[in-house]
Nanobody, 119 residues
């Protein structure tokens, strides 16, 4: 019920910053959750940051204090501001949305955007 498109990835040096954007095809106000996941080579996809129902926030311990998730409901867009980037942040970053119905939870994913942190 929603299409997601990420943008903003790229190559950045350690200590640098990037801002990722996730544009949704519909209003994000009523979604159960929206957030960002990432998957590094050889590793499982992991939660980076997310809004959950009620606008609560959830961050991975590894990014707390460095990354900030935000949203603009009028633009149907969620952002991930990434500061003080480290080489271990290198991964494909995916936007995620969850819709909860009586049948259960449905997950929707963007195509992903590559973030590479390297000197």
């Amino acid at each position: 019920q929603v299409q997601l498109e990420e943008s903003g990835g790229g190559l950045v040096q350690p200590g640098g910053s990037l801002r990722l954007s996730c544009a949704a095809s519909r209003s994000i106000f009523s979604l159960y959750a929206m957030g960002w996941y990432r998957q590094a080579p050889g590793k499982q996809r992991e939660l980076v940051a997310a809004f959950t129902s009620g606008s609560n926030l959830n961050y991975a311990e590894s990014v707390k204090g460095r990354f900030t998730i935000s949203r603009d409901n009028a633009k149907n867009t969620v952002y991930l501001q990434m500061n003080s980037l480290k080489p271990e942040d290198t991964a494909v970053y995916y936007c995620n949305a969850k819709i909860v119905t009586y049948e259960g939870t449905s997950n929707y994913w963007g195509q992903g955007t590559q973030v590479t942190v390297s000197s």
